[in-house]
C-alpha cells in the first residue's frame, strides 16, 4: 500500500509540474521574446488580402463563395511582388456554423499562402464597417462605394450586450488552439480597429459607448488566445496616431499597447507623419508592424513610405491588393459623395482583375524595396 502511495504521490506530482509547465501565461511576451521574433522572421511585407470575388469576411469563408482557385491566383500575385506575409480577417459566424468545415477552409487558405512563400496575420475581431453580419448569400456591392459590404465581427447584438461576449470564446480557443503551433501563421490580430464609430456610414447604428464594450471584448481575447496557447505573437492596433504622450492614450489605446506581444499600428499620413508615429511607439522596446497604410489620395503612397518601413524595420501591409467587391479603389467619402466611374485615382489597391498593375512604376519600386525582405 505504501509503495502504491509512493507511486502515486510521484506521478500526481510529475503531472503537476507538466501542467504548470504548459499553464497558459496571461502576461505578454517579455520584450527580449518578442525581439527574438522579430529577429527569427525578418521585415515583413505584403498587404491586406480579401480575394476580388469576396464583398466580406463571410464571402471569403462561407463553404458556398470560398474560392481557392482566386485565392491561388492572387497570392501568386503577391508573391511576384516580393510579399512574404499577408493579414487576413477571420470571422465567428462562419465558426459558429460549421466549425470543422471552417478549420478545414483555413488549411487551405495557409496551403495556398505556404505555397506561395508567404506568412499569415489572421485577424479574429474588426469594429470597423457594418455592424449587423449575417450568415448566407451576401448582399451585392452597391456601385462605386468603398467597402460597401465588410461587416464587423462580432456583430453589435452580442457587442453591446458583455453578458454575451462568453459566446465567442469558443470560436478564438478553437481556431487559435487548432493553429497555436502552426509556423504559417506568423501573428493573431486580436481585435481590428475596436472603437472605430464608423462615421457617417454606420454611426447611427453603433452603441454610444462602442468604445467601453470593445475594450472589456479585446481584454477578454487576449486571454483567450494566451490560454488557447498560441505561440505566435499577439496584437491589436492603435490607429489613430501619434500617440506623442503615453498620458494621453486613451483607455482603448493603453490596453491595447500593453497587453500585445508585438506593437501594431495604422497611419493614412503622409511620411512625416509616419515617421512621428513609429518614432512615438518605438518607446515600447518591442516589434512594430504597420497593419494598414497607403491611400494614395492622402498622400499615403508606397513611395516612399514602404521605403522608410523597410529601413526601420517596421513590417508593413497596406489595404487592399486586387480591385474587386469590396471596391475599395472608391474612397472613404465615397458613402456621401456619388461616383459613376473609377476614380481618377485609386484610393487602395495594387493590381486590376486580370493581373495588370494600377501603376507598373509602382509595383517596380514596391519590388525593388522587397527585394530586401527576408525569404
Known amino acids: ?47 491586406n488580402f480579401s480575394p476580388s470575388t469576396a464583398i466580406n469576411q463571410l464571402e471569403m469563408w462561407q463553404a458556398d463563395t470560398f474560392d481557392p482557385t482566386t485565392i491561388d491566383r492572387e497570392l501568386g500575385w503577391a508573391e511576384s511582388l516580393g510579399f512574404n506575409s499577408v493579414r487576413v480577417f477571420l470571422h465567428n459566424l462562419p465558426w459558429q456554423e460549421d466549425s470543422k468545415g471552417f478549420l478545414v477552409r483555413i488549411e487551405k487558405f495557409l496551403d495556398i499562402a505556404d505555397k506561395h512563400h508567404i506568412g499569415v496575420m489572421f485577424v479574429l475581431f474588426d469594429a470597423v464597417w457594418d455592424p449587423n453580419p449575417i450568415s448566407g448569400p451576401q448582399r451585392a456591392p452597391k456601385p462605386h462605394v468603398h467597402n460597401s459590404g465588410w461587416v464587423q465581427c462580432p456583430g ?74 498560441a505561440t505566435q505573437p499577439l496584437t491589436a492596433g492603435v490607429w489613430l496616431g501619434p500617440w506623442a504622450d503615453p ?33 512615438n511607439l518605438k518607446r515600447y522596446n518591442r516589434p512594430i508592424l504597420c497593419t494598414e497604410y497607403m491611400a494614395r489620395p492622402q498622400g499615403s503612397t508606397f513611395d516612399p513610405i514602404l521605403g522608410y518601413f523597410q529601413q526601420e524595420g517596421v513590417a508593413a501591409y497596406n489595404w487592399g491588393f486586387v480591385d474587386g467587391k469590396t471596391q475599395t479603389i472608391y474612397p472613404w467619402d465615397s458613402w456621401t459623395k456619388t461616383y459613376t466611374a473609377e476614380p481618377p485615382v485609386w484610393f487602395h489597391d495594387i493590381f486590376r482583375r486580370d493581373g495588370k498593375p494600377y501603376n507598373s512604376k509602382e509595383t517596380d519600386y514596391i519590388k525593388s524595396v522587397t527585394a530586401k525582405a527576408k525569404r
Open 1 to 47: 500500500m505504501k509503495s502504491f502511495m509512493r507511486s502515486f504521490l510521484i506521478l500526481a506530482t510529475a503531472v503537476t509540474a507538466a501542467l504548470s509547465l504548459h499553464a497558459a501565461d496571461p502576461s505578454p511576451w517579455p520584450a527580449d521574446k518578442a525581439a527574438a521574433w522579430g529577429q527569427k522572421h525578418g521585415w515583413l511585407v505584403g498587404c
Open 156 to 229: 453589435v447584438e452580442i457587442l453591446k450586450n458583455p453578458a454575451r461576449h462568453d459566446e465567442l470564446a469558443p470560436f478564438v480557443k478553437g481556431v487559435v488552439g487548432h493553429f497555436r503551433s502552426d509556423r504559417r501563421i506568423q501573428v493573431w490580430d486580436v481585435f481590428n480597429e475596436p472603437d472605430n464609430m464608423n462615421r457617417p456610414a454606420y454611426e447611427k447604428l453603433e452603441p454610444a459607448n462602442k468604445a467601453e464594450y470593445s475594450l472589456m471584448l479585446v481584454k477578454k481575447a487576449f486571454a483567450w488566445c494566451r490560454e488557447a496557447g
Open 247 to 279: 498620458a494621453k492614450l486613451t483607455p482603448m489605446e493603453k490596453g491595447c499597447l500593453e497587453d500585445s506581444d508585438v506593437i501594431s499600428f495604422h497611419v493614412y499620413d503622409p511620411l512625416d507623419k509616419v515617421k512621428q508615429c513609429v518614432q
